[in-house]
């Protein structure tokens, strides 16, 4: 699947790509899963001038589907989107 397909329709940002690289899931995929869902529950951090995802007190069911989906969504290619790791 090419990346411009992730913004047509259901739209998913480039930037969900790497996600799961910058939590270290290429070496470690037990701790990446680990600790996206921890990050998740931590939200928010309230930490001031950032972005803040409201805590939605998912499932742990529901935390390993976000974990899965960023392993899944790593695996395509967004043609070099975003153009650095940092996302």
């Known amino acids: 699947m090419r990346g411009g397909r992730i913004g047509e329709g259901a739209y998913f940002a480039p930037e969900l790509g ?12 037990q701790g990446a899963r680990e ?14 001038g950032r972005r803040q995802m409201p805590n939605f007190k998912l499932s ?18 967004t043609q070099g989107w975003p153009p650095n790791e940092a996302g």
Do not use: C, H
């Open 18 to 29: 790497n996600v799961w690289v910058r939590y270290g899931g290429k070496d470690d995929p």
């Open 35 to 48: 600790a996206l869902k921890a990050w998740i529950q931590a939200m928010p951090t309230g930490i001031e």
């Open 60 to 77: 742990d069911q529901d935390l390993d589907g976000l974990a899965s989906f960023f392993e899944w969504i790593s695996k395509i290619d």
